[in-house]
């Protein structure tokens, strides 16, 4: 047994103790004294191992971390950065405005005679030309008040004949009682004169007012054959059907001032083939509003589309309730893209400069109220201040600060500061 044991001792180790005392072990049973107080401790090879192991990997991580301070960091590469020189040109200040796109035609039609609905031809989103029947009342009763008024006109008609009939007997005898009484003035006595030129006197009366109740009673009849006509509702111009406020068999009330439009409106027709770009223009921008200045306009539905037209009319005179004065400017609108109603951002040039000194909007750096561009010196970004006057979105004014002859850079969104290096290349 004591064979065996000593067959499994492990070889022997020197360690240190935690004195710096050298002590000798062997297998993990013997015991190493440390400065003579009692026992020391025993460490097996394998713990001895991994302690040696991570020792030298403290070393070299060291060894490592102190050396990178001393490894030269890699310069700088140069940025490539586009160029472009000053011009001169003629630059617009717009004056950016909320607007609204109005139709450049529009009626809501209304019944002017009363009755029912008997059919309508449209609905809405109809396209329809002008002239077209839109709808169709039914009214009985002036039908019936037109067949008696013609009757009336038919008898009084009559009526102007028996007394144009009457007036020339009056004539014929009042003539022969003259000349009988030129002839024979004993056998004419002058009170059968006078009563022949009484009759005469009487039937031309009665025959003027025939022909007064003739006239009296055609009127009439005109006026229910127009009436009539009003039951047919055309369209008054080319256009679309933006509303529809009837359905048939509805009774329709005449449109007098009495009656509410809302009961009374049948349907609406718009035409905006070519629309109406309205906006108020605020006061101390008015005075400087002409005809034919320049118009772009954009709308949130379609966002890549900018509008370009003219200012066509001023109303002349300011809104005393909000103190803006109203334009328009007429825009095509072949295609139906721009909807009645919709909501514009509007940009009105009001001033505009030529020879002016430009540079691209993408050469502007503004720190505050600060202007500055970039120019390049030596391959290194120099930053120069500049006073700037207006600015379109795609150009800007220079006031000063450049000559007109070194390019500046189109710094854009790049991360450029005072003496960075560049790489310039000129834009094309």
């Not at 909320?98 to 005679?113: D, R, V």
């Not at 009127?219 to 059907?241: K, M």
């Not at 500046?408 to 003496?419: A, E, F, H, N, S």
Request: glycine share 6%; charged share 25%.
């Amino acid at each position: 047994m004591k064979d065996l044991l000593k067959l499994r001792r492990w070889p022997a180790v020197t360690t240190f103790s935690p004195l710096g005392e050298k002590d000798e072990m062997r297998g993990g049973r013997g015991r190493s004294k440390v400065g003579g107080h009692g026992e020391g401790f025993t460490v097996s090879p394998k713990a001895h191992f991994i302690r040696k192991t991570m020792s030298n990997c403290a070393q070299v991580i060291l060894a490592t971390l102190l050396s990178l301070p001393l490894q030269a960091t890699d310069a700088p590469k140069p940025m490539e950065v586009k160029t472009s020189k000053p011009a001169r040109g003629e630059i617009v200040r717009y004056v950016t405005i909320p607007g609204t796109i109005k139709a450049n035609q529009q009626a809501t039609l209304y019944a002017k005679t009363a009755g029912y609905l008997k059919r309508i031809a449209v609905d809405k989103g109809d396209r329809v030309k002008a002239g077209v029947l839109i709808a169709e009342i039914e009214s009985p009763e002036l039908e019936s008040e037109l067949i008696r008024s013609r009757a009336e006109v038919v008898r009084a008609k009559a009526e102007t004949v028996r007394t144009s009939a009457e007036l020339e007997i009056a004539q014929l005898m009042s003539n022969r009682m003259k000349q009988a009484q030129q002839q024979s003035s004993d056998l004419v006595t002058p009170q059968s004169v006078d009563e022949a030129k009484a009759r005469l006197a009487s039937a031309q009366a009665n025959c003027e007012v025939s022909k007064a109740n003739e006239a009296v009673t055609q009127a009439n009849v005109t006026r229910l054959e127009t009436l009539l006509a009003y039951t047919r509702i055309t369209a008054p111009f080319d256009g679309v059907v933006t509303g529809r406020s009837v359905d048939p068999g509805a009774f329709i009330p005449a449109a007098t001032s009495g009656s509410a439009a809302q009961s009374a409106a049948m349907v609406t027709v718009m035409e905006f083939s070519t629309v109406r770009i309205q906006v108020a223009m605020p006061e101390v921008e008015s005075v400087l509003v002409r005809e034919g200045q320049p118009v772009k306009t954009t709308v949130e539905a379609l966002p890549s589309r900018v509008f370009e037209s003219k200012v066509s009319r001023i109303a002349g005179a300011l809104d005393e309730a909000t103190r803006t004065m109203l334009i328009e400017a007429d825009l095509p609108n072949p295609q139906h893209e721009l909807r009645p109603g919709m909501y514009a951002t509007v940009k009105v040039g009001v001033e505009k400069h030529t020879a002016a000194l430009l540079v691209p909007a993408e050469a502007l750096v503004m720190e505050k109220a600060n202007a500055f561009v970039f120019l390049n010196a030596g391959g290194k970004a120099h930053k120069t201040a500049i006073q700037i006057g207006f600015n379109d979105g795609n150009k800007v004014e220079v006031l000063s600060g450049l000559s007109g002859t070194e390019p500046v850079l189109l710094v854009g969104k790049l991360p450029i500061t005072d003496g960075s290096p560049i790489n310039a290349i000129e834009a094309q």
